[in-house]
């Protein structure tokens, strides 16, 4: 069984440009959520897509937005960015529909410059 | 105040010692508790789960709830070399897919 599929794995952007990022789930699986992990904050929650709806959303600016398909891939994206955006974008999956384990991507490491 | 508190570390042992990482949480209500280890480079993975007070054993690793004092542990008996990662503590407060993590306790167990 395939795990979660991240891309890309690493890109570098400036400031103020925009980024999308694309996430697989595990074959079944219908829940994606996003992460944002940084040495300095750890992993912190973006979040989550259930059947096409977002059902949680963590507290980052509106400058961080997400979405969902009908087959369960998601993208987020990420508009102006800012120096501090550098970060390792999780995504994961899971096939609970609540209190289901997460299962991670490889992640995709995003540096603003 | 955090919603997962943990020790950043590092946590050293000697190989075949056993490693106790401690994790406190500020939400009561909080029902699903979690240990991922992430080796460095990696993602995160899941190594335990624990729902109900008590002890959980699985293999060499055993995690402990208490929620009357807020505390989830996680030991590792006969610690290896293989087992040096960074240890994260999340929390499902809500039953929701909407999870809190510590900042990590990076174990390192020495040969």
């Known amino acids: 069984k395939a795990g979660v599929t991240q891309t890309p794995r690493y890109l570098i952007k400036t400031r103020g440009q925009q980024v999308t990022l694309s996430c697989s789930p595990i074959?079944?699986?219908?829940?994606v959520s996003w992460y944002q992990q940084t040495p300095g904050q750890g992993l912190q929650f973006l979040f989550e897509?259930?059947?096409?709806?977002?059902?949680n959303k963590g507290n980052f600016p509106g400058r961080f937005s997400g979405r969902q398909f009908s087959n369960s891939r998601s993208e987020m994206n990420v508009s102006t960015l800012e120096l501090g955006d550098s970060a390792l974008y999780l995504c994961?999956?899971?096939?609970?529909?609540?209190?289901?384990?997460?299962?991670f991507g490889e992640g995709s490491r995003l540096t603003v410059l | 105040q955090k919603e997962v508190e943990q020790n950043s570390g590092p946590l050293s042992v000697p190989e075949g010692a056993i490693a106790s990482l401690n994790c406190t949480y500020s939400?009561?209500?909080?029902?699903?508790f979690f240990w991922y280890r992430q080796y460095s480079g990696k993602s995160p993975e899941l190594i335990m789960s624990?729902?109900?007070?008590g002890d959980k054993e699985d293999g060499r690793f055993t995690a402990q709830l208490n929620k009357a004092s807020q505390y989830v542990s996680l030991l590792i008996r006969d610690s290896q070399p293989s087992d040096s990662a960074t240890y994260l503590c999340?929390?499902?407060?809500?039953?929701?897919?909407?999870?809190?993590f510590g900042s990590g306790t990076k174990l390192n167990v020495k040969p």
């Open positions: 994961a999956s899971t096939g609970q529909a609540n209190t289901g384990e997460l299962f």
């Open positions: 074959s079944g699986h219908r829940s």
């Open positions: 897509y259930f059947s096409e709806t977002q059902r």
């Open positions: 939400d009561r209500v909080s029902q699903s």
């Open positions: 624990i729902y109900s007070n």
């Open positions: 999340a929390v499902n407060p809500y039953n929701f897919n909407k999870f809190y």
